[in-house]
Each structure stands twice: as C-alpha cells, then as structure tokens.
DNA sequence: AAGTGCTTCAACCGCCATACT
DNA sequence: CAGTATGGCGGTTGAAGCACT
C-alpha cells in the first residue's frame, strides 16, 4: 500500500506543518502520494492529507460548535447515519472528523443518560425515536463513474442488489446535495445547504432520501436533541 | 500541591471504491 | 478482465489538558 517503512508517526511538528503547507502551497492540493516527497516529509500519503484537510486547511473554522451547526447535525445525522464526511459537507469551514468527535462526545453522554434512565424507570428509554422509527441511510457515496449518469438503469445491478441499490441511493443524495458526480470524486461542496433545501429535496426527489418512512416531522425535535 | 479520573481531539488503522495499466 | 495504485471514509486509540478530590 504506502510502501511506507520507518515512516514518522504521532504528533505533527511545527516543522512538519512548515513544509507540508508550503509543498500544498506550492504544488495544490490532490496527488497526495507525491506529497511526503516534495514536502520532504518522512510521513504517509495519508498522514499528509489528514493533517491538510483537519488542521492546516485554511478554510478550517476553529472553536465551539454554534447551535445552528449543532441542530443541523443532528438532524443530518438522523438522515444520513455515521456519514460524517457528508455531514460535515455541510458545515463550511468543519471537518468529518470535528464533526464525528463532537458526535462521540455527546453521544457518550446520551447513552450514559439512557442507561441512568433505565436504572430509574424501567425499559421506557427502549422506546427513544431513534430506535424505533428511523433508519438512517448507511451506504457510503464514492467518486462515480463517468457513465453513471447515462448507464444506471438497465444494466445496474443495483436493481437486483439491494446493497448496490442504496448505494446509488446515497450517490443520487450526493448528487442532489450538489456534489458533482461528472467531474470525478464527490467532494464537500464550497456551499452550504440549508435544512430547506433538505426539506425541499425530500419533496422533489421522493424516494431518494427516504429509506422507510421519513418526513420532515423527522427532522424536527420539541426538546433538546440531546435529550433522551 | 499531588494524584486520579475524565474529556477532548489529533492521528492512526483497516477497509472499500475507483482509476489506471 | 485482473491486478495494482491511489484516494477517501468511518472506527478506534492514545496523549494532552482539565476538573475534581
């Protein structure tokens, strides 16, 4: 894979993130394998490219959390599931992995609050809306294919897979999130999207979004979305 | 002031999809 | 078509900092 032996590991140095922004400076950003050389960095191409896009990235918006970005998180994750990256697509100026970590810490606390809640009364928190009504879309959007836009009905096997079936489900929601399929891999759009423009989506692209029965009454919460 | 436990978040790992040869 | 390289993602880990006793 990287080929990588005795590579540099751990904590980025700032002599490490000179060298790494100065080479993304120079050269762009993309053809990561190229990076450690041209950087002169004893890391991996993976290394290189997480420590870009979650720290040295310019466009990396730093701090708390707002409460609108935390709303749309929620809601999005009731959405989408664990799809972090499209999450944060999203969030202009955050990342899949602020996203996730931010999701993780409260999550812990969450379920600490279930479980004190089942201690108290019973097996009650076993009916929380998560678990009952909603499946969140699981399958991961990739890059597309150049024919996908052409060649998806006939000859997919999606129509027999149920599996490949939700993947061109979640391709066709990239898509509708205004990620373009025709020009390679989906990338976080440089827009953000407003929960209208879910809303709306849901509307026009019936049977897209949806998996089981969802509307926009899913989205909305009446209490703090930490909550139970 | 020191020790301990908890929280946060940067970074690593393994896997998968796509592109390329 | 098969094999390989590359990019990207989600899950997990561990170090550092913080809060509490």
Known sequence: MDGSVG??????????????EKCIVKFGEGNWHLVPERAGLNRCRKSCRLRWLNYLSPNIKRGEF???????????????????????GRLPGRTANDVKNYWNTHQKKKKEKNEKAVDQSGRESEETSESRSIKPIKPKPRALSVNWPTGTSSNSPGN??????????????????????????????????TLDDLFQLETNEDGILVEGNFGTSDLLFDEDPWMN
């Open 7 to 20: 590579v540099r590991k751990g904590a980025w140095s700032k002599e490490e993130d000179a060298l790494l």
């Open 66 to 88: 707002g409460q609108d970005e935390i709303d749309l998180i929620v809601r999005l994750h009731k959405l989408l599931g664990n799809r972090w990256s499209l999450i944060a």
């Open 160 to 193: 027999q897979n149920p599996v490949k079936e939700r993947e061109t489900r979640a391709v066709l929601l990239g898509r509708a999130f205004g990620e373009d399929g025709s020009s390679g891999p989906v990338r976080p759009p440089s827009t953000s999207y």
